[in-house]
């Protein structure tokens, strides 16, 4: 089935550990994105890219860093994590911002840092 | 900066009790108003795009409207199977990017 394939979809890690999230999508679709969930919160946008080689930041996008080294992946790095950094982490993508099909969304990576 | 507050934050309804979840928005310029349902473990799923004030847009028992502060999402004669936590984001003219409510979860007893 096509759609936004997101591993690992859980970790655990030491503080100061370091790891990257991948997504994947086969929709070809230009824009992805990758947000985090905390308990009774909803979405904040952590980074964006809007095609191939172009990244943007968020709203809240320290500790964080992304690549776009293909139109399908989009990879999100913690360089040294933080148990602040505890969180449901999901990543969509979209036909070039388009609203009419909204975002397609993983189904989360779920991170516990120790 | 864009702005979404969804009320209330959690909702009870037992099986058939229609009600409606409100969603308040502030944005330089809507492209559009998303609602979205996610089931817990999963990711959010797409349900409607609205762009202008006045506008319906309908699935199931769910029925979306939208003025210009506002959009509500009507659920009639909800079953259990409904129960979700429902979002609602925004989307700037003048951007690629949506901007989330923390949503609303709805319960729905049989």
């Known amino acids: 089935n096509a759609g936004v394939t997101q591993t690992p979809k859980f970790r655990v890690l030491k503080t100061g550990q370091s790891m990257t999230l991948l997504c994947a999508q086969d929709m070809n679709h230009e824009y992805m994105y990758w947000y985090r969930q905390d308990p009774g919160m909803g979405l904040r946008l952590i980074h964006y890219s809007v095609g191939e080689g172009t990244t943007a930041k968020g709203e809240v996008p320290d500790g964080y860093n992304v690549s776009r080294l293909k139109k399908q992946n989009f990879l999100l790095g913690l360089e040294s994590a933080a148990p602040s950094q505890t969180s449901v982490y999901f990543c969509a993508s979209s036909y070039r911002g388009e609203p009419h099909y909204g975002y397609t969304f993983g189904s989360g990576t779920r991170l516990t840092v120790v | 900066e864009d702005q979404v507050t969804q009320s209330p934050e959690a909702l009870r309804l037992q099986e058939g009790e229609s009600s409606s979840l409100n969603c308040s928005y502030t944005v330089s310029g809507l492209r559009g108003l998303f609602w979205y349902r996610q089931d817990p473990g999963k990711g959010p799923e797409f349900l409607f795009t609205?762009?202008?004030a006045g506008e319906e847009k309908e699935k199931e028992r769910l029925k979306a409207t939208l003025t210009k502060k506002e959009s509500f999402l009507h659920i009639t004669a909800p079953k259990p199977e409904d129960s979700a936590t429902y979002l609602c984001a925004v989307q700037a003219s003048n951007a690629g990017k949506s901007t989330f409510g923390d949503g609303t979860t709805l319960t729905v007893k049989p």
């Open positions: 609205l762009y202008s």
